[in-house]
C-alpha cells in the first residue's frame, strides 16, 4: 500500500522559533499534497493544498506568511511555521494525492508544541 | 454545498457483536468516496475507495458498500484492535481536489 512518511513525529520549540515538516511520499509520485491541521477530539482541518512546482493554495484564515509550503518535487512537501507561538501547538497532518485513484494517503502527524 | 455526515456519532460494541457505521453524503457529481480509520494521535489509516453506486470492498472484518446517497461500513465479528475512529470523505466532480469529510463515528470494542 502507499506510504507517506513526516519527519519530526514530534517537537517541542520556543516562541518565536520556527519549525520544518517534512512530508514524503514513498513509493508514489504526488502532484498534489495537502496539510491539515487537527485539534483534540476534533476533525481535519484542511490549511493548504499544494501542487508541485507551484504555489501552494490556502484555505480562508490560514495565515500564508506564517505557515510557509514548498513542495519542490514530486515526492515531498515541506510546511513551514514561522515565529511560532503558543497558539500553534497542534497536530498537523500531511497527505498526498496517488492521481491514478484520486485516494488521499496520510502520514502519521506531527505533534508540535511551542513552549 | 456538499456534506458528508456521519452515524452514530459513537457505537460500543461487544467482541464479536457486528454492526455498521453509515456515512450519507450529498455531492455534486461523486468522484470517490474514501473511508479512513484513525487511532488516537496518529494520521488516518485508508481503508477502501469506492466510485460507483453498487461497489463494495471488503478486508479482513470491513466491508464497505455504496448507493447513490450514502455508504455503509460492515464490521462483522469486531475485536477489540479495531476500536478507533472511522471517517468517511468524498471527492467531488469539478476540479477540486479537496475531500469533504464526516465527522467521524467513534467504535468502541470492548472485549
Known amino acids: 500500500g502507499a506510504v507517506v512518511s513526516q519527519h519530526p513525529s514530534r517537537v517541542i520549540c520556543k516562541s518565536g522559533t520556527s519549525v520544518k515538516i517534512e512530508c514524503r511520499s514513498l513509493?508514489?509520485?504526488?502532484?498534489?499534497m495537502f496539510w491539515y491541521r487537527q485539534f483534540p477530539k476534533q476533525s481535519l482541518m484542511l490549511m493548504a493544498t499544494s501542487n508541485e512546482g507551484s504555489k501552494a493554495t490556502y484555505e480562508q484564515g490560514v495565515e500564508k506568511d506564517k505557515f510557509l509550503i514548498n513542495h519542490a518535487s514530486l515526492t515531498l512537501s515541506t510546511l513551514t511555521v514561522t515565529s511560532a507561538h503558543p497558539e500553534d501547538s497542534s497536530f498537523y497532518i500531511c497527505s498526498a494525492q496517488d492521481r491514478s485513484t484520486d485516494t488521499q494517503y496520510f502520514g502519521p502527524g506531527t505533534r508540535l508544541t511551542v513552549l | 454545498e456538499d456534506q458528508v455526515t456521519q452515524s452514530p456519532e459513537a457505537l460500543r460494541l461487544q467482541e464479536g457483536e457486528s454492526s455498521s457505521l453509515n456515512c450519507s453524503y450529498t455531492v455534486s457529481g461523486l468522484r470517490g468516496l474514501f473511508w479512513y480509520r484513525q487511532d488516537p494521535g496518529k494520521g488516518p489509516e485508508f481503508l477502501f475507495t469506492?466510485?460507483?453506486a453498487g461497489e463494495e470492498k471488503e478486508k479482513e472484518r470491513l466491508k464497505a458498500t455504496l448507493t447513490k446517497k450514502e455508504s455503509f461500513l460492515h464490521i462483522t465479528a469486531p475485536k477489540p484492535e479495531d476500536s478507533a475512529t472511522y471517517l468517511c470523505a468524498v471527492l467531488a466532480q469539478g476540479g477540486s481536489e479537496k475531500l469533504v469529510f464526516g465527522k467521524g463515528t467513534k467504535l468502541t470494542v470492548n472485549p
Open positions: 469506492l466510485y460507483s
Open positions: 513509493d508514489f509520485q504526488a502532484t498534489t
